[in-house]
């Protein structure tokens, strides 16, 4: 869990402004981001699919009886800076390891870098600040800040992000379609 809070806060103070921020500074930078997502008028089809429990975390046992097809679906809004790095509002649902239904929302941010020659190729890493609800934990919201990775063309993108865990406990890496609509 420690090397996992390492990560996530490496991955944010990348991510940040190369200027270093107070609290209130990037607090308030945040509200923005989030502000000028909702304000947006581009909206995302999100299309979760599939869910890999690490096999190095989970015995054979465990991975028998997982489901890993985490079919769903969901909607958001997004921008993209200047720089072309997107952010984004999301909500969806999708079938989890146990086949019950776990719904998740939040915020996200990726920093992405051109493929190549290629203004339509981005590949990114981020973290998303959100909330998922689980029938196993009486769907209680519970806090899920993640680190993220996509690889994008045009309108289309490949996001996955990854739950920490011990054995066979966590250690899945949800990966979703996230599709432009315009």
Known sequence: MKKFLFVLICVCLYASNSKALSFSEWKDKFLDEVGAVWRSDHYDAYIPFYAWHNRLAYDDEHIAKYNENAFGFGLGKSIYDEKGNWYG??????????????????????????????????????????????????????????????????????????????????????????????
């Open 89 to 182: 509002l999301y909500a969806f649902a999708f079938k989890d390891s146990n086949s019950k239904l776990e719904t998740v929302a939040g915020f996200a941010y990726q920093k992405n870098w051109r493929i190549g020659c290629s203004e339509d190729w981005k590949v990114g890493i981020g973290y998303t600040l959100g909330m998922t609800q689980r029938e196993e934990y009486a769907y209680i919201p519970i806090p899920m800040p993640l680190p993220i990775i996509g690889i994008e063309y045009k309108n289309i993108a490949l996001q996955a992000a990854y739950v920490p865990g011990l054995k066979n406990f966590g250690n899945v890496a949800l990966f979703w379609l996230r599709v432009r609509l315009y």
